[in-house]
């Protein structure tokens, strides 16, 4: 590998000793050359490196298809294919791919192109000329580098390309095991470095899978072989920087190091991710890259967390994500657009729930089913329906239209998934009291929903319905209802699309006090549900899920207030 990068493009003024005073040594110019490698569609700009003094005279540097070690002039210029770049010097007139530059400014390159072949080679040689040198001669001296014995002030390289697939001759080989919980585990990377290269590796989170952060995870411990210099620029896991970068020599290398995980952290999967460069002169992520099979650093059990959503009296819809802290159960909210204001009738077909991390957007699929997909009317009437998606800054993909007539019912809410066949469904109370389940279908290009299927009668005794997720840790979801008398009552889920609820359990009266309610999702981390009630002071109350059927929560908990801001929380 070059003792610099593709970034050396000026002569500039070598550093001084650590002392910082400048001795007679320092003063002296030394120029010197080195062989690169350069990946195809690069643009190599060239020049001798300055290891101390200044150069302020002419640099001449030709390039040659040989290694100047014949005539001058023997084989001038560059492969059939490359082409030969001034920049800012002048070539020598009459003469092929001579350049004579000033202390200053870009130096000559050329452009290799996207399919040059492997191994196609570039020479280039350098004479530096003082002020008031012979032109002339030092012209000679550079088309004829190979042929003279380097100096300080002349000399000769070459710039050789390798393909990807030359590249790809240095592999890497995982061992990684997974890391127990609060304990330590020695993984490893078995790396075949066909030539010399600078290896890193970071981490990640593994696609698919929920994660907590931020990192708990540490490295250390480090073990290397013959060979390989090796550091570790950041000891935490997902941090901005890598955590191992290694020089290593043409040979095979077992690289280890442990990672760590402390008491209490969350379980995670990750992926290891590596890079292997080969070049000195390369088009962004050029160089090898390979990716570990996921594995597990063990801990506590990750749930996924709930969020909520709130219009307030503006028509603007913002988005709450939980915390998992039940004294403080969401982040600060986040606008998600105005013009809501245009439906009267709101409602998730299941609580908002976090994604798993994925490497890219993901748009409506099976995938963001039972994520918090949303339903609204309108003041005509029509029915719309916000499919979910995993998109960052646009939770929702554009409305579908569902169909007309909805108006014929005073309350809807989301059912969950109601019969477990996979789709979320949707609950209708119309002005009789009849209580109508629309049972989903799944499809993102036909009908949302089945024809509606009658509950049962009488349900309009409650002026209160919410439901779409499980309260009782059974694995079906269920429905709280308040009655006029502020009395709630828990309909514990049966899991059949007939007879989707089993007979009404009291949970408790005094219940009209809250201007909202609605089962939230697991907002605690304990893999529970929970509920969420505003009062009419505005501060919302939390209800931590106990997975009881007789008393399904534990004593309330103020999370926050001046949430009457909203006419609209679900």
């Known amino acids: 590998m070059a003792a610099f990068s593709a970034a050396t493009g000026l002569l500039t003024v070598a550093a001084l000793a650590n002392s910082g005073t400048a001795t007679a040594e320092d003063t002296v110019l030394r120029l010197s050359a080195h062989d690169q490698v350069a990946a195809p569609g690069t643009a190599p700009r060239l020049s001798p490196q300055v290891e101390s003094g200044t150069a302020d005279g002419k640099t001449v540097i030709a390039f040659s298809t040989k290694p100047l070690t014949g005539p001058a002039g023997d084989g001038a210029g560059v492969p059939k294919g490359f082409t030969a770049q001034a920049n800012d010097c002048t070539q020598v007139t009459g003469l092929v791919a001579v350049y004579v530059c000033g202390p200053a400014g870009l130096r000559p390159g050329f452009a290799v192109p996207t399919d040059a072949p492997d191994m196609a080679t570039v020479h280039w040689g350098f004479a530096y000329v003082p002020k008031g040198g012979d032109l002339t001669a030092g012209i000679d001296a550079a088309r004829t580098a190979g042929a003279r014995p380097a100096d300080a002030t002349h000399g000769s390289a070459a710039v050789v390309v390798k393909t990807a697939a030359h590249a790809a001759l240095n592999t890497v080989a995982f061992g990684l095991p997974n890391v127990p919980s609060a304990g330590t585990v020695r993984q490893q990377l078995l790396v075949h470095a066909n030539e010399a290269g600078e290896l890193t590796l970071r981490f990640r989170p593994a696609d698919g899978y929920l994660w907590r952060g931020p990192s708990s995870i540490r490295i250390g411990r480090l073990t290397t072989g013959p060979g390989a210099t090796c550091t570790l620029p950041s000891t935490t896991l997902l941090s901005t920087l890598v955590n191992l970068a290694c020089h290593l020599e043409p040979g095979d290398h077992i690289i280890s190091y442990e990672l760590t995980t402390p008491p209490g952290a969350y379980a995670a999967k990750l992926q290891a991710l590596t890079a292997y460069d080969i070049y000195d002169f390369e088009t962004q992520h050029s160089g090898v890259r390979q ?102 800054g646009n939770p929702f993909a554009p409305r579908v239209k569902i169909g007309t007539g909805w108006n014929i019912y005073d309350q809807l809410t989301g059912a969950g998934d109601l019969d477990r066949d996979g789709y979320m469904d949707l609950l209708a109370r119309d002005k009789v009291g ?51 008398t502020g009395v709630l009552w828990l309909y514990r889920g049966t899991g059949s699309g007939t007879a989707p609820y089993a007979a009404r359990t009291r949970i408790g009266a005094g219940w009209n006090t809250y201007t909202q309610l609605l089962i939230a999702g697991d907002l605690t981390d304990d893999g529970k549900a929970d509920a969420v009630a505003r009062d009419t002071t505005g501060t919302l109350w939390l209800y931590q899920g106990t997975g009881n059927t007789v008393a399904p929560f534990a004593t309330r908990t103020r999370t926050g207030s001046g949430w009457n801001t909203y006419n609209r929380i679900f």
């Open 434 to 484: 009849a209580l109508w389940l629309y049972k989903g279908t799944g499809s993102f290009t036909g009908a949302r929903f089945k024809t509606r299927v009658k509950v049962g009668s009488g349900w309009g005794t409650y002026n209160q319905l919410a439901g779409g997720a499980d309260v009782t840790g059974d694995g079906r979801t269920d429905l709280l209802a308040r009655d006029k």
């Open 291 to 392: 990716t570990s099979a996921p594995f597990t650093a063990l801990g506590k059990t990750v749930f996924p967390r709930h969020g909520l959503l709130a219009r307030d009296t503006t028509g603007t819809l913002f988005q709450y994500q939980g915390t998992g802290k039940a004294a403080t159960a969401f982040t600060p909210r986040d606008p998600l657009g105005a013009g809501w204001q245009t439906y009267n009738a709101l409602t998730e077909l299941s609580p908002l729930t976090e994604f798993p991390v994925r490497v890219t957007d993901v748009r409506p699929s099976v995938r963001t089913r039972g994520h918090g997909d949303l339903v609204a009317r309108d003041a005509s009437g029509t029915l719309w329906y916000y499919d979910r998606q995993d998109v960052n």
